[in-house]
């Protein structure tokens, strides 16, 4: 990954990002005139896409695992950065969850009497907006990110790490195509550059432009990123990851939760 000190290189990447906001702003103010079959179809369309293009995802992932190794890459992220048959077969179960649940969109959760009798104050649920997400080497987060963020009606900006490159390249042309393939905007989805630092700053200082960032990583992934941001920020990398355990619980589900989420 480059530094970005190049002027003319950081002119351009800066052009890039500006560029795939703008893109995600129009195509996502153009999903607003969408049904939610429409965007379940897209759901759908990349969930069959994962499963019958997976020869192509774990060819790129197969890419970035080997280097990733040879760099001598932890055990741990190692392990978050590689796919396989199974995990993109879950992946595209996840897709099609997603496509089964209610939209959330135009979603009245509040709807009560305001003062006098004719005024009725009401809690309407809309999309996000233009939302970045900046991620370390866990391509299962690229396809999570666009399949919640699509169903919300947003656009999602994925800025991924170095060491998934070819993965992350592949699964976001796969999710362009299922988009395409619904009939909806492909700019909805967009990989940021990757082997420019600088693509990180632009974005989370895009101020006005994007409407939020979620950050999901490490400890030395979120001091890298927050210094830098203007845009609303969720930091999702760090905080209490206990799991409590209700003595009315099926006791055998809690084992398989408490085995998947800790020692993966």
């Known amino acids: 990954m480059t530094d970005g000190w190049t002027p ?4 351009l990447t800066h052009e890039q990002v500006l560029g795939a906001i703008a893109a ?7 999903l607003h005139g ?9 759901l759908r369309a990349a969930a069959d896409a994962l499963v019958n293009r997976s020869h192509e995802i774990l060819a790129a992932n197969a890419v970035d695992t080997r280097t990733a190794q040879a760099g001598g890459l932890a055990a741990g992220l190692l392990d978050r950065l590689l796919l396989t ?12 969850r997603v496509a089964e649940l209610p939209d ?7 709807d009560a009497p305001c003062g006098a009798a004719d005024l009725v104050s009401q809690s309407i649920r809309v999309p996000l907006g233009v939302v970045g997400v900046v991620y370390d080497a866990q391509p299962t987060l690229t396809v ?13 900006l994925l800025r991924g790490d170095l060491a998934a490159l070819h993965t992350d390249t592949a699964l976001v042309d796969l999710l362009r195509d299922a988009l395409l393939d619904a009939g909806l905007p492909v700019n909805l989805v967009h990989l940021l550059p990757i082997k420019e630092r600088s693509s990180t700053r632009y974005l989370v200082s895009a101020r006005g432009l994007v409407d939020l960032i979620l950050v999901r990583g490490g400890t030395r ?6 210094p830098d941001a203007s845009v609303p920020t969720v930091e999702l990398g760090t905080g209490n990851c206990h799991i409590y355990v209700d003595v009315a619980a099926d006791h055998a589900l809690a084992e398989q939760v408490v085995l998947e989420s800790k020692l993966r």
Do not use: C, F, T
């Not at 003319?8 to 002119?11: C, D, I, L």
């Not at 995600?24 to 153009?30: I, K, N, S, T, V």
């Not at 969408?34 to 897209?42: F, H, W």
């Open 8 to 11: 003319r290189r950081q002119a």
């Open 24 to 30: 995600g702003r129009a195509a996502m103010e153009q």
């Open 34 to 42: 969408y049904d939610s079959a429409v965007k379940n179809k897209a």
């Open 85 to 96: 048959e199974g995990r993109l077969a879950g992946l595209a179960d996840g897709l099609r």
């Open 104 to 110: 959330p969109v135009g979603e009245v959760y509040i």
């Open 144 to 156: 999570e990110a666009v399949g919640v963020g699509l169903k919300a009606g947003n656009a999602v």
């Open 221 to 226: 992934l979120v001091r890298r990123v927050l």
